[in-house]
C-alpha cells in the first residue's frame, strides 16, 4: 500500500483539504489520483488512516528486529512504510524522510501494552480455572463428609427413630456388602463370615435381648420323603399300571369337577392345568361329559372338551422344559409380598443350585429367591414376622414353572425364624438370619425332607 502523506508530503493523518488540495499538485500523476480517491473522502480517508497506523507499527517493529529488505527487494515501489535505523536515534524511510525516536517508542509502547493485556487475560484465565479447580475439590470434600455424618446420624446416632426401608436392587454379584443397621457389627468380609469356623449363625443383631441358638443343617444327610415321590407321581404310577384305565389331565386353567354332567350340577372341587384324571366311565346319555377320579380321590364329572389324554405330569414337564428361560442369578428374587428392614444370608455350598423360600405360618410363601450352586446371597427388606425357610435343589430350574426340572429334593428348617425389631432405651434393632445349605462339621439342625407338592404350594 502506498504512504500517501508521504508521497504528497504532508504530515501524516493531515486533515486539512486545503493543505491536500495544494499538495496534490506537487506529486505525480499516477498519486494524485490515488489521493483524490483517497484522501478527500471521508469514510475512505478514516479506513485508510486506520491501516496505515497498522502498517506504519509493522514497519518500526520490522526494523527494530533488523528485519531489512534485502538485496532484490524492490524498496522504490513496496517500500513506503519500511524504516531503518541510522544508531542515532533516527528511523529512515527508503524515501529519506525521518521519523523521530519518539514514534518508535510509542509504538513500542502501544505493543507493549497490548502483550500486557494480552498476558493478563491469560492470567486471568489460568487463575480462574485453578479457583473453580479448587473450589470443585472443596465442594465435593464437603459433600463427601456432609454424607458421612447423615450415615452416622441415621446408623449411630438415632435415638428412638426407627430405621428407614432401604433400597435394594439384587444383581448378579455373587457377594453382597452387608448394610449395617443401628448398633450392628460391621462385617467386612462377607466370605470369612459366611465361611467362618461358627459355620451357621442366626441371630439377632447385637444389642438385642435375645439370641438365637446358632444353627446349621446339612441336606445330605436327610432322607427323602417316600423317594421324594409326590402323590401325582404315586398315582399315575399306580394307576397307569392298570391296562383299564385311561389318564387324562386338564388343559385349561381351572375345571370344575361337578357331581353330575351338567352345568347346573354342584361344583365338587376345582381343578388346576395338568391335573392329572382317571377315566370310570363314559356317560352315554351326555357324551360331553366324562366320569373321573382325582388324585386326591374325589370323583365326578368333567367336560371333555377341556381334558387331554395323556399324563399331565409329563406334559406339565414338558411346557415347563419348553418355556425354562434363561438360568436365573443369585439373589434374583421371585416373591416378595411385603418388605421390611430385616436380612437373610445364604450360603449355598452345595453342588445344584437353590430355589429358597420364606412362608408364614399358614403356608403362604412370603419371600422366595435363588442361589446358585456354590455362591452366596444376601436378601434384604425381608418383612416384619415369624418366617419358615425352606428350600429346594435340583438341575434345569424352570423360571416360568418356579421349579427344578431334574433331581429335584425340597427341605424344610424345623423351626420359624422371627424377623422382629426390638429396641432398648436408644435404639431399635433388625434380625439378621444367616444360613448354609451344605453340610458343616458341628452343625447344630437336622433338615426334614418334605415332599415337593407342599415345598411348591404357595
Known amino acids: 500500500m502506498k504512504d500517501l502523506y508521504r508521497r504528497l508530503a504532508l504530515e501524516a493523518y ?42 506504519t507499527l509493522i514497519g518500526a517493529i520490522r526494523s527494530s528486529l533488523n528485519l531489512n529488505n534485502t538485496e532484490y527487494w524492490s524498496t522504490l515501489d513496496y517500500g513506503d512504510f519500511y524504516q531503518q535505523f541510522d544508531g542515532a536515534g533516527n528511523y529512515h524511510t527508503n ?105 451357621y449363625t442366626q441371630q439377632n443383631k447385637p444389642g438385642s435381648e435375645k439370641l438365637i441358638e446358632p444353627r446349621v443343617f446339612d441336606p445330605s444327610t436327610a432322607q427323602p420323603l417316600d423317594d421324594n415321590k409326590s402323590r401325582a407321581e404315586d398315582f399315575i404310577e399306580s394307576e397307569s399300571k392298570s391296562p383299564n384305565k385311561a389318564l387324562y389331565y386338564v388343559n385349561i386353567h381351572s375345571l370344575n369337577l361337578r357331581e353330575g354332567p351338567t352345568t347346573s350340577s354342584d361344583v365338587i372341587t376345582v381343578l388346576k392345568q395338568y391335573d392329572t384324571l382317571e377315566k370310570i366311565q363314559e356317560n352315554e346319555a351326555q357324551s360331553d361329559w366324562i366320569y373321573v377320579k382325582t388324585i386326591n380321590g374325589d370323583v365326578g364329572y368333567v367336560s371333555q372338551k377341556y381334558i387331554t389324554l395323556g399324563d399331565g405330569r409329563i406334559a406339565e414337564m414338558q411346557w415347563c422344559i419348553d418355556n425354562a428361560g434363561e438360568r436365573p442369578y443369585t439373589a434374583e428374587v421371585f416373591v416378595q409380598k411385603s418388605r421390611g428392614e430385616h436380612e437373610i444370608n445364604i450360603h449355598n455350598g452345595t453342588s445344584q443350585d437353590a430355589l429358597v423360600k420364606l412362608k408364614n405360618k399358614s403356608g403362604s410363601t412370603v419371600l422366595s429367591f435363588y442361589v446358585r450352586a456354590k455362591d452366596k446371597a444376601k436378601i434384604l427388606n425381608v418383612p416384619e414376622g415369624y418366617f419358615g425357610t425352606q428350600f429346594a435343589t435340583g438341575n434345569d430350574f424352570s423360571r416360568v414353572c418356579q421349579k427344578f426340572m431334574h433331581n429335584m429334593n425340597a427341605f424344610t428348617y424345623p423351626d420359624y425364624d422371627p424377623f422382629i425389631t426390638t429396641s432398648d432405651a436408644n435404639y431399635y434393632y433388625n434380625t439378621i438370619v444367616e444360613y448354609t445349605l451344605h453340610a458343616v462339621p458341628s452343625g447344630n439342625v437336622q433338615p426334614g425332607s418334605i415332599d415337593l407338592s407342599q415345598f411348591l404350594d404357595d
Open 14 to 55: 493531515c486533515s486539512d483539504r486545503d493543505k491536500i488540495k495544494k499538495a496534490l499538485f506537487n506529486c505525480s500523476d499516477a498519486d494524485r489520483k490515488d489521493a483524490e480517491a483517497v484522501l478527500l473522502h471521508h469514510e475512505r480517508k478514516t479506513s485508510y488512516d486506520r491501516i496505515h497506523r497498522t502498517l
Open 95 to 199: 524515501r529519506h524522510e525521518t521519523y523521530k525516536r519518539s514514534f518508535l517508542a510509542s509504538s513500542i509502547n502501544l505493543l507493549n501494552t497490548l502483550l500486557n493485556k494480552l498476558f493478563k487475560g491469560i492470567g486471568y484465565a489460568i487463575a480462574f480455572v485453578w479457583n473453580i479447580t479448587i473450589i470443585g475439590f472443596f465442594l465435593y470434600f464437603i459433600v463427601y463428609i456432609g454424607i458421612g455424618i447423615l450415615k452416622d446420624d441415621n446408623n449411630v446416632n438415632a435415638v428412638k427413630e426407627p430405621v428407614s426401608n432401604a433400597q435394594y436392587k439384587h444383581t448378579s454379584q455373587p457377594d453382597y456388602v452387608q448394610q449395617n443397621k443401628p448398633g450392628s457389627e460391621t462385617i467386612d468380609d462377607i466370605d470369612a463370615f459366611l465361611d467362618a469356623p461358627s459355620d
